[in-house]
């Protein structure tokens, strides 16, 4: 087995049209060859490569996608915000079990949020919003660390912006488990206690409300290198991890979640675990 990740924050190389830069296309080239050849190198017989959302919101999402396929020959499939929480939420229900009952989640990315809650494998509702960790700190903060106006005018419009799907959420009825997938989710419960990777998958971890507000108060005051030299967080992370954690908060408590469990698996999870049910002809969500 296998595991490479290769951080490109694609939603902090947009320009003020939303277009990615070109220096961002050039790191997605890169990164998409470097993926290709390491899947020839370990002999994969299957390559599936789908992107979310920094490339599904650019306003040049055409031209990137062709710029890609002319330079490395692979074809990038672009998830709806809406396949993405699906897709989650299958990892989910499937880490989770049956005997979880309704189980809502939770997705922080880099450039959406995902939300979704069901009783079965396909939620019965699922929405993703522009409220990325890496979105909102590129739009928002421009000083280092935030100035305290900034975080409470982001604190206003996440709410403003919750406020609609949280009443479709409510309205479903209350979780069996709520469950929160993403490094950013995983970060904050390791910055407020939980046991570090270290540990393994199997240990339980959770994020508590009263926890995340501490930890805000607390990170928002630092320097993302300070951030960085607090234990469970890395400096990919360090800068964008105070919105990572407003959006979290503002996400548990407009869904009245005082608690979520951290699940291991996410999207990566759920796009094999559908490959395997669909087998090779799978090409995204219907």
């Given at each position: 087995m296998s595991d490479w990740k290769q951080p490109l924050r694609l939603v902090e190389l947009l320009d003020k049209d939303g277009a990615i830069e070109d220096r961002g296309v050039d790191k997605l080239v890169s990164a998409v060859q470097e993926a290709k050849d390491l899947s020839m190198n370990l002999k994969c017989e299957e390559f599936l490569a789908f992107a979310t959302s920094a490339i599904r919101s650019a306003t040049n999402?055409?031209?990137v996608l062709r710029r890609v396929e002319k330079k490395t020959g692979v074809a990038l499939q672009i998830l709806?915000?809406?396949?993405?929480a699906r897709l989650t939420f299958l990892a989910a229900r499937r880490w989770h079990g049956w005997s979880a009952g309704r189980i809502t989640n939770i997705d922080i990315g880099g450039g959406s949020l995902e939300m979704s809650t069901g009783t079965e494998e396909t939620p019965?509702?699922?929405v993703s919003l522009d409220l990325g960790a890496g979105r909102l700190t590129h739009q928002w903060f421009d000083t280092d660390p935030p100035e305290r106006k900034k975080i409470n005018l982001l604190r206003d419009f996440i709410d403003a912006e919750l406020a609609a799907p949280a009443e479709q959420f409510r309205a479903l009825g209350g979780s069996g488990l709520a469950v929160g997938t993403s490094k950013t989710l995983r970060t904050l419960a390791r910055l407020t206690g939980a046991a570090p990777s270290s540990a393994g998958p199997f240990v339980k971890r959770t994020l508590t409300a009263p926890g995340l507000r501490q930890l805000i108060a607390f990170i928002s005051r630092m320097t993302a290198?300070?951030?960085a030299e607090?234990?469970?967080i890395n400096a990919d992370r360090s800068?964008?991890?105070?919105a990572g954690a407003l959006v979290a908060e503002a996400a548990m408590r407009a869904l009245n979640i005082d608690k979520l469990e951290i699940c291991p698996w996410a999207l990566r999870e759920g796009v094999i675990l559908r490959w395997i049910d669909q087998g090779p002809n799978y090409e995204g969500e219907s």
């Open positions: 999402s055409d031209d709806t915000g809406e396949e993405e019965d509702l699922a290198a300070d951030r607090l234990e469970g800068h964008q991890i105070v």
